[in-house]
T-cell receptor, first 113, second 108 residues
Framework: GAGVSQSPSNKVTEKGKDVELRCDPI?????LYWYRQRLGQGLEFLIY????????KSGLPSDRFSAERTGESVSTLTIQRTQQEDSAVYLC???????????FGNGTRLTVT | DAKTTQPNSMESNEEEPVHLPCNHS???????IHWYRQLPSQGPEYVIH???SNVNNRMASLAIAEDRKSSTLILHRATLRDAAVYYC?????????FGDGTTLTVKP
């Protein structure tokens, strides 16, 4: 079946602009995660959605970052007033149940000029 | 969050076994140990996971210490396609935190 899909795959934006990144999880997966990965570094947790529970936003680096998820489907990560330090690959992952493995998309590479 | 510690890099020769260590001394009783690997320009992919007992699958084996404070991912015969960054994470309900992983280089 289809895996986790992220769009766009690449995004170049000017400093100060807003960007919206999209994640389509695997159908039936109740949990969804966003991570940020800077060049040559590990994954940095941003936010976690589980069903209809309130999301865990503890990893969002500033109030310029926000994310939404409609039910158990699509999620969007929005970065307002982008800065050069926001340049990174943004990865989305979903999982079916408590201990199911995470399934990752291939990410959106964001470049802020 | 419970944290894991891995060596920054390791090297292996092709067709030899590789043992990738991970320390997780603050693991709690309900934490699972998951391993993922990330090939260049791709998202991480699941490799294996376990709770207390050693585990085997088609990709690898996972050896878990009796006190659960460490684990080892075993690739029985490394191939060039196994060159990747390997992440060991502690997995529970809620957020899963990744460290910087181990970069595995496989030499022909």
């Amino acid at each position: 079946g289809a895996g986790v899909s992220q769009s766009p795959s690449n995004k170049v934006t000017e400093k100060g602009k807003d960007v919206e990144l999209r994640c389509d999880p695997i159908s039936g997966h109740t949990a969804l995660y966003w991570y940020r990965q800077r060049l040559g570094q590990g994954l940095e947790f941003l936010i976690y959605f589980q069903g209809n529970s309130a999301p865990d936003k503890s990893g969002l680096p500033s109030d310029r970052f926000s994310a939404e998820r409609t039910g158990e489907s699509v999620s969007t990560l929005t970065i307002q007033r982008t800065q050069q330090e926001d340049s990174a690959v943004y990865l989305c992952a979903s999982k079916q149940t408590y201990n199911s493995p995470l399934h990752f998309g291939n990410g959106t590479r964001l470049t802020v000029t | 969050d419970a944290k894991t510690t891995q060596p920054n890099s390791m090297e292996s020769n092709e067709e030899e076994p590789v043992h990738l260590p991970c320390n997780h001394s603050t693991i709690s009783g309900t934490d699972y140990i998951h391993w993922y690997r990330q090939l260049p320009s791709q998202g991480p992919e699941y490799v294996i996971h376990g709770l207390t007992s050693n585990v085997n699958n088609r990709m690898a084996s996972l050896a878990i210490a009796e006190d659960r404070k460490s684990s080892t991912l075993i690739l029985h015969r490394a191939t060039l396609r196994d060159a990747a960054v390997y992440y060991c994470i502690l997995y529970n309900a809620g957020k899963s935190t990744f460290g910087d992983g181990t970069t595995l280089t496989v030499k022909p």
